[in-house]
């Protein structure tokens, strides 16, 4: 497994709020917000975080489709 694959599986856990009891999970539309303001508060140059929250969008796609 590639490093970008291991960054999108640990993302789709993160937006299924997989890790947090079934009763206090968020909504993965919540959790992408709560990543985007994550994002721009680090300290990563203005391209990594452009390109981060493309990815989590990207993910946040696949995690909301039926």
Same mark, same amino acid.
């Given at each position: 497994m590639t #490093? %970008?694959?291991q960054l999108e599986? #640990? &993302? *789709? &856990?993160? /937006? /299924?709020d997989e /890790?947090?009891?079934p009763r206090v *999970? !968020? #909504? #993965?539309?919540? !959790?992408l917000q709560?990543?985007?303001e994550r994002i721009e508060k680090s300290n990563l140059n203005? %391209? %990594?975080k452009?390109?981060? !929250?493309q990815l989590y969008g990207d993910v946040f796609k696949t995690v909301n489709t039926f």
């Open positions: #490093s %970008l694959e599986v #640990s &993302i *789709r &856990i993160e /937006l /299924l /890790l947090t009891h *999970r !968020k #909504s #993965s539309a919540e !959790k709560i990543a985007y203005n %391209l %990594l452009m390109q981060l !929250k």
